[in-house]
């Protein structure tokens, strides 16, 4: 069955980094656009970045020059290296799987807790 396993959160410092992962399975991983999106207790889920199966990466302007997505097919993971973290970036962090052609297929993992503070 469809899986996506999110790791990597934690309790971090501000100016800190961690790196999340999401590891994939039971659907052809390297077809997909995968997206981290966050949601803080009480906001709205919004999008952090996405990387396309070709590699092409988009970012939510607060991330710019602090995030990094990147993505290894031959793993079926994908990773959101998070640099400069600030107490704004605690939120759960989701991994999202779509694919989109005559039908549209979404997938979620689970989330993993991102907490900054002193």
């Known amino acids: 069955q469809v899986q996506l396993v999110e790791s990597g959160g934690g309790l971090v410092q501000p100016g800190g980094s961690l790196r999340l992962s999401c590891v994939a399975s039971?659907?052809?991983?390297?077809?997909?656009?995968m997206t981290w999106y966050r949601q803080a207790p009480g906001k709205e889920r919004e999008l952090v970045a996405a990387i396309s199966s070709r590699g092409s990466t988009n970012y939510a302007d607060s991330m710019k020059g602090r995030f990094t997505i990147s993505r290894d097919n031959a793993k079926n993971t994908v990773y959101l290296q998070m640099n400069s973290l600030s107490p704004e970036d605690t939120s759960v962090y989701y991994c999202?799987?779509?694919?989109?052609?005559?039908?549209?297929?979404?997938?979620w993992g689970q989330g993993t807790q991102v907490t900054v503070s002193s």
């Open positions: 039971g659907f052809t991983f390297s077809r997909y656009t």
């Open positions: 999202n799987a779509r694919y989109g052609g005559i039908s549209v297929y979404d997938y």
